[in-house]
């Protein structure tokens, strides 16, 4: 059983907007940038330590959001949530609740209403 959650949405904003957006929220809402957070080239990592802006969670989880720029200042955000373990390695097995699906419906959310 994958305990991942995937999402895909379209915004009507440049990328380098988005992506800045994305990466700031990112961090508003607890989480950590890891070293490959590279938000010039699209692509976000943090991982959340049990907790999201104030809610606890059972687990760790890990954020993965690449951006890619779309035609007539859009831009397409795919993001990936899944649980990690102390160490930063994927759980497959041992979860505890929704953690991953948490993550991803307040990070959306919080993205969506920061853009207006």
Known sequence: MSYDVNAKQNYNHSAGQLSETASDVLVKLG?????????AKGQLEA??????????????????VKIKPGSDNSALLMAKVFPVDPMGNKLTFGVRGDAAQVVMDTFLAELQSTLG
């Open 31 to 39: 989480g950590k940038p890891s070293d490959k957070n590279n938000p």
């Open 47 to 64: 991982v959340f330590n049990k907790k999201v802006k104030d809610r606890a969670l059972p687990n760790r989880c890990q954020v993965m």
